[in-house]
């Protein structure tokens, strides 16, 4: 189980312990998406390394040009003066294209970096077991792939930048001027201490409010996306006030968060410039004393001043790569968070291959809760044979879905087994599994692009005479034809160019043209209409022939078609036979069909 808690829970109220780890692990991914790179990170090291000692030469050579060539020329030679005119070329030169380089290098490394994250999070996201898409939502899934993962652009391409170069200038900016002139240098390292303390109360205040912040950002999107999402129940029910309130209590805590963050950097920029102000003085009238004392040269004095204006910049730059890196920091973590969960229906280690099932199931033993002390299926036991069609009918919550998952294997049961032609799903290799068993939700999902990509799902190499003949099976062919482009038609976002009932004909043609051995029907009808229903009722006994068949409906007349009704209850199967033979029975299933015809007069 990941630090974050059971499928990707996140919390606030981690212990230290628990924030050590979050930040091992965070670090350890980081190291493995950045450890391909090294030889290149060694290369762009050496290039900041040269850029940034050419940039510091730059006030050295024109002490010397001052204190050395200007007397040398005084006297007659004007070789030194032109040595340092051309020393200081060749070093503005190297440091430009040693910094482009160096730049060029980092870009290259960090989108290398960011395409490998980006890809591992969205494969790993997508391979996680069912459980964890119900648990984990949509909002915060948006929030890692799109604004934590541009925090970590953030650092690589920009902060990384300002750190390095910082603090290599910073380091080499005080050597040359210890070099130049050792009591300048001890000025300089004096108000560095205050520097660096006010450092250290930004990076420490910094790591809480950019937790806030991030903490805040995710609750804001994660509402902004759910209610988007859920649009349609927002209208239904009114509820847009009682949402802008949510929100604008959510946007408040997250514009709250920005101002306290915003408040340190009045601090602590202004303090850093006051510092390096006083520095600059000390530096200046210090010299100057001792140039009138003749204890230092005027060429000296300017390139200290310099380096003395310029020698605090830096830390402007690293204080906001504390601001990027407590961002990317809290990213990096949320993310590696994701990356840590494992399947909880993995795939075998070693599978058994099913090349070509015949489509029989048992449920051997079987008791499944999805949490624990509630209960699902209590010791199940259940024998269809391949080729049978079976509907499972009941109240809501009797496990009809729950045995329509397990037999899919988006769950594996607690005890027990479950088994395709004999072995056990947890045995079987997932490409088999998924060949063999398709299920048709009542959430007719279609994707970006046209109506025969969407129906060919299942099948992407299938040809287009076969598109329309599983189209044609099902009913669907007719209004296929009746789009504006046919089957080359965008469906647009989500289908919004097909009904509700239209989208169910097409999640069938899809169902028949991947031809699975295993068909399970979980309230596939209930968007249709009763003409639709009546239309795809030819089309599914087309559908089902020569396989097995689960169908789970409230809608009795889908049942009809069933070889075998099971009627469930509390997890357990109360009645089983044919629909004739459960009706002359007058049990539970002889009520509810009574139900349903009365609710059709």
Same mark, same amino acid.
């Given at each position: ?132 898409? $119900? ?317 025969? $990509? ?13 598109? $329309? ?133």
């Amino acid at each position: 189980m990941s630090v974050q808690g059971v499928q990707g829970e996140e919390r606030d109220d981690y212990t230290k312990e628990e924030s050590r780890e979050l930040r091992r692990r965070s670090q350890r991914l980081l190291r493995e998406l950045v450890r391909p790179h090294r030889w290149k990170l060694a290369a762009i090291a050496a290039l900041v390394v040269v850029a940034t000692g050419m940039t510091v030469a730059g006030p050295a050579i024109l002490a010397f040009g001052i204190d050395t060539a200007l007397p040398a020329l005084q006297a007659g030679d004007a070789v030194p003066l032109w040595a340092a005119g051309a020393i200081y070329i060749v070093a503005a030169v190297l440091s430009g294209v040693a910094f482009y380089a160096f730049t060029i290098g980092t870009a290259r490394v960090s989108q290398a970096v960011l395409l490998t994250l980006r890809r591992r999070l969205f494969d790993h996201t997508q391979r996680l077991s069912l459980e964890f898409h $119900e648990q984990y939502t949509s909002g915060r899934i948006i929030a890692r792939q799109t604004s934590d993962l541009e925090s970590i652009r953030d650092l690589l391409d920009q902060g990384l930048n300002e750190l390095v170069r910082g603090v290599l200038f910073m380091t080499f900016t005080a050597i040359a001027m210890v070099a130049l002139d050792p009591m300048s240098g001890v000025v300089i390292l004096v108000a560095l201490v205050p520097a660096v303390l006010l450092t250290r109360w930004f990076q420490s205040r910094s790591t809480v409010l950019f937790r806030e912040t991030r903490t805040t950002s995710a609750q804001m999107i994660v509402k902004f996306v759910e209610t988007m999402t859920g649009i349609r129940a927002v209208k239904a029910f009114r509820t847009e006030p009682e949402n802008e309130r949510d929100f604008g209590d959510k946007v408040e805590a997250y514009r709250d968060a920005n101002f306290r963050t915003i408040q340190i950097f009045g601090i602590y920029e202004p303090g850093i410039m006051m510092i390096g102000g006083l520095t600059i003085a000390a530096v200046v009238t210090v010299g100057a004393f001792r140039v009138l004392a003749g204890d230092l040269a005027v060429g000296s004095l300017l390139a200290v001043a310099l380096y003395a204006r310029t020698f605090f910049q830096p830390i402007q730059g690293i204080g906001m790569f504390f601001n990027g890196y407590q961002s990317a920091a809290a990213a990096l973590e949320k993310i590696s968070g994701v990356l840590e969960e494992q399947p909880t229906v993995p795939e075998p280690a070693r599978p058994k291959s099913l090349p070509s099932a015949r489509g029989a199931i048992e449920f051997d033993g079987v008791s499944f809760a999805y949490k624990e002390g509630r209960q699902v299926l209590p010791d199940f036991d259940l024998t269809i044979p391949a080729g049978q069609t079976i509907a499972l009918v009941g109240t809501t919550g009797a496990g009809k879905s729950t045995l329509a998952k397990l037999v899919s294997r988006f769950y594996d049961p607690s005890a027990g087994a479950v088994r395709l032609d004999g072995i056990d799903l947890r045995e079987l290799a997932d490409d088999d599994l998924r060949r063999a068993v398709v299920m048709v939700t009542q959430e007719a999902y279609l994707f970006s692009g046209s109506v025969g $990509e969407n129906i060919a799902l299942g099948r992407p190499e299938a040809t287009q005479d076969e598109i $329309e003949a599983a189209a044609r099976a099902v009913g669907a062919h007719d209004f296929i034809e009746a789009l504006p482009d046919g089957y080359d038609t965008d469906v647009a976002k989500r289908g919004g160019r097909v009904s509700a009932g239209q989208r169910q004909l097409l999640s069938f043609a899809r169902a028949f043209l991947a031809d699975p051995r295993v068909l399970i029907l979980d309230e596939a009808t209930a968007s249709l209409d009763i003409p639709s229903e009546r239309l795809v009722q030819e089309g599914l006994t087309t559908l089902l022939a020569d396989r097995t068949a689960i169908i789970i409906a409230h809608r009795l007349s889908t049942v009809a078609i069933a070889d075998r009704v099971l009627v469930m209850e509390h997890g357990r199967i109360i009645e089983d036979g044919s629909p004739t033979e459960l009706i002359e029975l007058g049990g539970k299933f002889a009520s509810l069909h009574r139900a349903w015809r009365d609710s059709l007069v």
